[in-house]
C-alpha cells in the first residue's frame, strides 16, 4: 500500500546491571538532503517529495537482531493493510 524510505538515526543499547544486553532502542526518519541533483536522479528525491517528514521508534529484543541496525543506514519500510 505504501513505501517509506527510512534512516537510522539514533541507536541505543540497555543492559540489566552488569547482565547481558536487554534490549535496543531505534530511532529512524524519512530519507531527505540539504541538495539534490536538479534532474531528480537521486532516489532519496523522489522519496522525500512524497514523505518529506517521518519518525518512526521501535524496541527491540530478539538478541539476534543486536548490533545489526547502524546509524546512517536506510531501509524501505513497507505498509500493508491487513484484512
Avoid: C
Avoid at 522525500?48 to 543506514?73: C, E, R, Y
Amino acid at each position: 500500500m505504501m513505501r517509506a524510505k527510512m534512516k537510522v538515526t539514533e541507536v541505543d543499547s540497555f543492559e540489566r546491571g552488569n547482565e547481558e544486553k536487554t534490549f535496543e532502542s531505534l530511532k529512524f526518519s524519512a530519507v531527505s538532503a540539504n541538495q539534490y541533483p536538479v534532474d531528480g536522479s537521486d532516489e532519496n528525491n523522489t522519496f522525500a517529495k512524497w514523505t518529506p517528514s517521518a519518525d518512526l521508534k521501535m524496541v527491540i529484543t530478539n538478541p539476534a537482531l543486536f548490533g545489526k541496525f547502524h546509524v546512517g543506514q536506510e531501509f524501505y519500510v513497507d505498509f500493508t493493510l491487513l484484512l
